[in-house]
Structures are given as C-alpha cells and as structure tokens.
C-alpha cells in the first residue's frame, strides 16, 4: 500500500503534517476526514518531499536580509503581546502572500506544531538566519525572553546591514571613477587615435615622441584586441581562484587592511563587528566558548580569524581575555585597555558593546574621510590620463603647417 505525505488542518484550524497509508489519494483524504481533519495538500510522499524541498531552497536563495529583520521585529512585537510563537508566524506567513521568507515561515510553523524548537527549526536553514540569530533564539528559549531577544536580533541585524551598505557606498565611488576613466581611455586609444594616425600615413613627419607612443599603442590595441580581452579575461579568473584559497585571501586581507585610506575602514568595521557581536551573545546568557565560535565567522578576514581562534585556545588554557587582548595588534591599545577593565570588573559584555561604539564612530568617521580623499584622487588621477592623451593628440597640429608640407 502506498504511502501519501498530507497538509491538513484541524477543527480549530491548526495546521497538521503527516504520513498515512492509503490506496488512493482520495481514500487517503476519506481517512482524514474521518480524523477530523481538513487536507490541503496530498500527495505521494516522495514526490511531495522532492517538491517542497527544491521550493524550499529556492526560496532560501531569495531571502533578503531586510526580509528576515522585519519577521524578527514583527515576531518580536507579536510575543510581547502575548501570542503564542505558531500564531505569530502563522500570521507572518499569511501576510507575506508567498514570498520566499513567508514559504520558509511556513515549513517553521509546521516544525514547531510538531514539537521543534525555534532555534532547531531556524538552524535548518543556515543562508536564511546566521548563526547568532540561532544561538540567541536559542539562550531565549531556556530563559523565556524570546519576544526581547528577537528584538534585540532584529536590532543587531538591522545595524549589521547599515554598516554593509556604508562600506558599499563608500567603494562604489571610486569604482565607478575607475571605470568611466578606463572606458574613456579605452575610446581614445582604439577610435579617436587610428583617425589621427591617417592625418600621418605616408609621410615622413617627425612626430612627437608621446604621439608616437600612443600611435604605436593604438596599433597594438587595434590589432590584437581579442588576446587582450582573453588576457584579461584569464587575469580576472586567476584573481578569482586565487583569492579562493587560503593564502590568497591572506594576501587580500593584509593589502585591504595595509592600503592608507581604504584599510582603517575595513580595521574599524571588523572591529565594530566583533566587539558588538560578542557583546550581544554575553549579554543574552551564551557561554563564552560558544560565543568566540560565532564570533569566528562574523568576519572575512584570515587575520582577525586566526586571533579569535587564538583567543579561544588562550582562554582554554585558562589564560584571560584582556592577556589575549592586549598582545593583538589588531586591536588599538586603548580598546584593549577597556576590554581588560570590564573584564576585571565583571563587565565585559558592557565593555565590548562600548568599544563597538566608539569603533562605530571611527568606522563612520574614516568612511567619510576615505569618501573626501578618493574624491580627489581619482579627479587628478583620471583627469592626468586623459590630459595626457588630449595633449599628446594636440602636439602634432602646433606644427601642423610644417608636417602636412612634410
């Protein structure tokens, strides 16, 4: 006899999952009914499990970051009114109409509805909800704080996502100055200079030396563009696979984090990131050593990995935080100093959220010096180049009458 995976819902409407045996789907629907319940889906078991699960990871793949901080927040003010945590995602799950974060609410509320804890239901999906999200949720369930805690989820997560978008608009600028300038560049040496070449053929004019240059270099480019996209194009993979592996992103990290104007935005972001994170987790009731394994991953940098791991096995060791703390170059003596204090002081989660701010306030601070300088930068640095070939197409028409008589 077959078997049929169902949804259903009973008489108070509450939704029901399961597997039952019937000959048919419609002797299967008979068998519910006569449980009392309403089927909504029935299918074969195999068949319903393959479908919900690739539509599941889809959606998954679609989910916003936006997205899973406004069903923190409204979670979080559903709880703090008093509806029960089924309800309140049931609720969200309707309200979305289908969207990629309302399917996956659906697959939770059916989790809890059989028993699952939140935190196990959420972990399941690793690229919807971080790993804090889950070890929060979780230190809420054996304290009876979750409507708190998902606020305070949903606020980390939201400062999280601000800080991205400052990193973002602070790079996009002169990436976009970059470009312009090459696609400017790219025009002149490919179409303006082979027009001005023309001007040229057949004579024996003696043409500047940067005229020259550049005539010589439109030829190559003209000529043998196609290997130089596909040098390019292989430049641009290895870059990409290179960076894939340790070492290479050892070599990206420490340039990011050397270069003079972009490296104390990315220090002061890694920094806000970790103390701020840390300080949550300790605040919520997460053990230490579970909270530096979090910590590990909030980050992309191999330098400030390997100090959390070094903290870590420090800390094991039974050395304390502040001894770790202040050998690190990576963070500022007067930060550590703070750290080393709260530490003394029993303080430390108040301690870590205070060195996220004022690493909050620098990270703003060299965003917006880092914007005022680049500015400037790729200005003088575009505007050089472009100089450079405007002149060296304009030399030869100073002398203009000498060359066409030739």
């Given at each position: 006899m077959p078997e049929f995976s169902y949804k259903a819902r009973d008489e108070r409407g509450q939704a029901r999952t399961g597997v039952i045996?019937?000959?048919?789907?419609?002797?299967a629907a008979a068998q519910l009914r006569a449980q009392g319940l309403t089927a909504t889906r029935i299918a074969i078991?195999?068949?319903?499990?393959?479908?919900?699960?690739v539509l599941t990871a889809q959606a998954a793949s679609r989910v916003r970051r936006e997205d899973v901080v406004a069903f923190a927040n409204q979670l979080a003010v559903m709880l703090q009114t008093g509806v029960p945590l089924a309800e309140a995602i049931s609720a969200y799950t309707r309200q979305s109409r289908g969207g990629p974060l309302g399917r996956i609410a659906g697959v939770l509320s059916d989790r809890i509805e059989s028993g699952v804890a939140f935190s196990a239901a959420i972990a399941e999906y690793p690229r919807v909800f971080p790993s804090l999200m889950v070890s929060l949720i979780k230190a809420s369930e054996a304290s009876g704080s979750m409507g708190s805690m998902l606020e305070r989820v949903a606020g980390y997560l939201g400062d999280e996502m601000r800080t991205r978008r400052q990193i973002k608009g602070a790079l996009i600028y002169p990436i976009i100055m970059l470009v312009m300038g090459l696609g400017v560049t790219s025009f002149l040496v490919a179409w303006v200079l082979p027009r001005f070449a023309r001007i040229y053929e057949g004579r024996d004019a003696a043409l500047p030396r940067p005229t020259q240059f550049l005539l010589s270099l439109s030829d190559v480019v003209t000529s043998s563009w196609p290997l130089i996209l596909l040098g390019l194009a292989l430049l641009v993979a290895l870059a990409i696979a290179a960076k894939a592996t340790a070492a290479g992103r050892r070599i990206v990290d420490a340039a990011l984090l050397g270069a003079p104007v972009i490296g104390p935005i990315?220090?002061?972001?890694?920094?806000?990131r970790v103390a701020r994170t840390l300080a949550t987790l300790l605040a919520s009731g997460v053990q230490l050593k579970e909270a530096l394994r979090i910590v590990r991953g909030v980050t992309a940098s191999p330098q400030w990995e390997d100090f959390m791991k070094r903290l870590d096995q420090s800390i094991e060791s039974g050395r304390s935080i502040s001894e770790a703390v202040l050998d690190c170059p990576l963070i500022p003596p007067a930060f550590a100093q703070m750290i080393a204090a709260g530490e003394r002081t029993g303080n430390l989660a108040e301690a870590l959220e205070r060195v996220a701010d004022v690493a909050e306030e620098q990270f703003e601070d060299s965003?917006?010096?880092?914007?005022?300088?680049?500015?400037?930068?790729?200005?003088?640095?575009m505007g050089g180049v472009i100089g450079a070939v405007?002149?060296?197409?304009?030399?030869?028409?100073?002398?203009?009458?000498?060359?066409?008589?030739?």
């Open positions: 045996d019937a000959e048919s789907q419609t002797a078991a195999t068949r319903l499990v393959d479908e919900d699960q990315f220090q002061n972001f890694y920094l806000t965003v917006s010096t880092g914007t005022q300088l680049i500015e400037p930068v790729m200005i003088v640095v405007a002149i060296a197409l304009l030399l030869p028409i100073f002398t203009m009458g000498k060359t066409m008589s030739g």
